[in-house]
């Protein structure tokens, strides 16, 4: 582990995003103020060479804020409007910085492993103290319950680095990891956030893809009959308040096909419904953030929609609302968002250094995570959902980059 302050500096800031982003006021913010601080220091040091995966990477997001602000010039909407969507260009400075400051990735998995764990007390305390139904710690339940899932997610793989480990830091880490993992689900089950729970099975497949070849068929036998006893456990607790949720959605389905759609599900249909006729007029370039609220009343008022859609400013679904305000156009670049980086890590999902592979499962997880959670939720619309997805991106394609470059020189240490 380097002792050079900038590695510190940029270790200690990556570990406060795992480790406060759900469980302090904006958590995820102050890592990027900080990262953000340590990238434009460096603007006038040299910079890390970038070969063609970096690049794409690096000019996808350069050129989803692009795509904003010109919808956002195009439509004419007010400067606040772009506070969100310039937040990915500022990512790629602070990539350079993690890939000249090359921290310790202990840093990364520590503070999700510490950071998983918390928010599982966090949610606890708001369940069992404050009797709240949904918990959804400083932001919303869904944003809450989802982002616990992410974290959940990247600790389970994380489980390879930490297996890779010496065998005196190897224990500690992977317990860690464990607590982080568990905190991080039961953070979500009990937010109530359906959304995450739907793309468990996508991300188990990233994960048995990267991992399989570690585990004997006794085991994969094992650990698949482990995954179907604790999930009809979890279905079978009432205090975790899961199989209310899912009878919910059933039933949001079956009045809604008898033509009530004052439900949560029921509702979610009708902005779909609605936001889709908007498109096949402005198929182009879309209606803009501010117009379509207009157009879903305008829908609502002549009876092509049903009324309850004039109530909410988006779609519920990050693809359909995506091209009812951008357009075709906004659609291709959000796919680009979450293809890329596809594209990116998948050709080290089977690395031999568990080090490097663990990188990629998570930089992997990050956009099928939110593909899931964009199903049901505009997640990008968010602060945290922008935030979070912006930094963990560049992070772990730095840390990747980075881990890759010591374990291919002559004086490589175990990071």
Excluded at 69 to 84: A, E, M, R, V
């Amino acid at each position: 582990m380097s002792t050079h302050p900038a590695s510190i500096y940029c270790g200690i800031s990556i570990f406060l995003l795992g480790c406060l982003a759900l469980i302090a006021p904006s958590g995820y913010s102050i890592s990027g103020l900080l990262l953000l601080v340590g990238g434009l220091y460096i603007l006038n040091q040299p910079k890390s060479p970038l070969n063609s995966a970096d690049k794409w990477l690096l000019t996808t997001l350069a050129l989803f804020t692009l795509e904003g602000i010109f919808n956002g010039l195009w439509h004419q909407l007010s400067s606040q409007n772009y506070d969100k969507i310039i937040r990915f260009i500022l990512a790629i400075p602070i990539f350079f910085y993690i890939r000249w400051a090359k921290p310790s990735v202990s840093w990364v998995w520590g503070g999700l492993g510490i950071g998983g764990t918390l928010i599982g007390f966090q949610a606890l305390y708001e369940r069992m103290a404050h009797g709240v139904e949904r918990v959804s710690g400083y932001t919303h339940a869904i944003q809450f319950g989802n982002l616990s899932m992410l974290t959940a997610f990247f600790c389970l793989a994380g489980l390879g680095w930490s297996l890779s480990r010496s065998p005196k830091k190897r224990s500690a880490f992977t317990w860690l990891l464990i607590f982080g993992a568990i905190g991080g689900i039961l953070g979500s089950l009990l937010s109530g956030s359906r959304g995450g729970w739907v793309g468990l099975p996508l991300v188990l497949l990233v994960l048995y893809r990267a991992y399989h070849p570690f585990f004997s068929l006794r085991l994969k036998l094992s650990l698949g009959i482990l995954v179907i006893i604790t999930g009809l456990v979890v279905f079978s607790i009432p205090q975790l308040n899961v199989q209310p949720r899912i009878q919910r959605a059933f039933e949001d389905i079956a009045l809604y096909q008898k033509g009530n759609s004052n439900t949560s599900l029921g509702a979610r249909f009708e902005m779909w419904q609605g936001a889709i006729q908007l498109t096949q007029t402005k198929p182009l370039f879309g209606w803009g953030k501010d117009q379509y609220q207009n157009g879903m009343v305008e829908l609502a008022e002549q009876g092509y929609a049903n009324p309850v859609v004039k109530t909410f400013s988006h779609a519920h679904n990050e693809f359909i609302d995506r091209t009812a305000k951008h357009g075709v156009v906004g659609l291709i670049v959000l796919l680009l968002l979450y293809g890329v980086p596809l594209w990116y890590f998948n050709p080290y999902l089977k690395n031999p250094d568990l080090s490097i592979r663990a990188l990629a499962v998570s930089g992997t997880i990050l956009p099928v995570a939110y593909i899931d959670f964009g199903l049901s939720q505009t997640f990008l619309s968010h602060n945290s959902g922008v935030m979070m997805y912006a930094l963990w991106l560049v992070i772990w394609a730095a840390c990747l980059r980075n881990t890759i470059e010591a374990s291919t020189s002559p004086a490589a240490t175990e990071p």
